[in-house]
């Protein structure tokens, strides 16, 4: 089974500290995700990568960057934490194509900003 | 503009009785759909899945049916269970050229309650 890895599980952060979200996963998948989960919003696209050293912005990827210089590992940073930024930060992972297409999602980090 | 709606924020089922939950789009390239499943502080878990050639699949106690001409797709749970009691998602997709598959277009969710 593919295990997509999540750092912590929760994170407590001071308003403006550069935050890092650590996720890791074991198959070889090409794609990864960043997802954050807030109530009534459902799940919204932060980053994306299909590829070491690439990234592409989802949709609601201000106050965040990405860094992917491992296939297994794709982190999410906030260069500067706001209060807003308080949810529940999910990581998926993906194969690029396949008989039974879908995400491997990791258990979840839940971010607290003060 | 949403491509996924789940139009029932919520939903509350006697155990044992049916569940029912609902999922419209409106992209009609959308060509492979599922569902997932997700327990407070954990990450959404893959429930079923189902291609646009057919019209159902079953999986024990869930079965997904999609009706293409009325963009729509239900996930029915019998007999339901307390332990199903979770948001549940609906996610779309669309096959590229190449064989790749485009991201998964997920709607906001339905928070199933299953009383005992």
């Known amino acids: 089974d593919v295990k997509v890895t999540q750092s912590s599980r929760y994170l407590v952060k001071r308003t403006g500290e550069k935050v890092f979200l650590e996720c890791v996963q074991d198959?070889?998948?090409?794609?990864m995700f960043w997802y954050r989960q807030d109530p009534g919003l459902g799940l919204r696209l932060i980053y994306f990568s299909y590829d070491v050293k690439m990234k592409e912005k989802g949709d609601i990827p201000e106050g965040y960057s990405v860094s992917r210089e491992k296939k297994e590992r794709f982190s999410l940073i906030l260069e500067s934490a706001s209060t807003n930024q308080t949810s529940m930060y999910l990581c998926a992972s993906s194969l690029l194509a396949g008989a039974n297409y879908g995400y491997t999602f990791g258990s979840g980090t839940r971010l607290t900003v003060v | 503009d949403q491509q996924v709606k789940q139009n029932s924020p919520s939903l509350s089922v006697q155990e044992g009785r049916i569940s029912i939950l609902n999922c419209d789009y409106t992209n009609s390239m959308f060509d492979y759909f599922l569902w997932y499943k997700k327990y407070p502080a954990e990450g959404p878990t893959f429930l079923i899945s189902?291609?646009?050639?057919?019209d159902k699949n079953e999986d024990g106690r869930f079965t997904v049916f999609l009706n293409k001409s009325a963009k729509h797709l239900s996930l029915h749970i019998v007999p339901s269970q307390p332990g199903d009691s979770a948001v549940y998602f609906c996610?779309?997709?669309?096959?590229?050229?190449?064989?790749?598959?485009?991201?998964?277009?997920f709607g906001k969710g339905t928070k199933l309650s299953v009383k005992p």
């Open positions: 189902i291609s646009s050639i057919k």
């Open positions: 198959m070889d998948h090409e794609n």
């Open positions: 996610a779309a997709s669309v096959s590229r050229l190449g064989g790749s598959q485009g991201n998964l277009i």
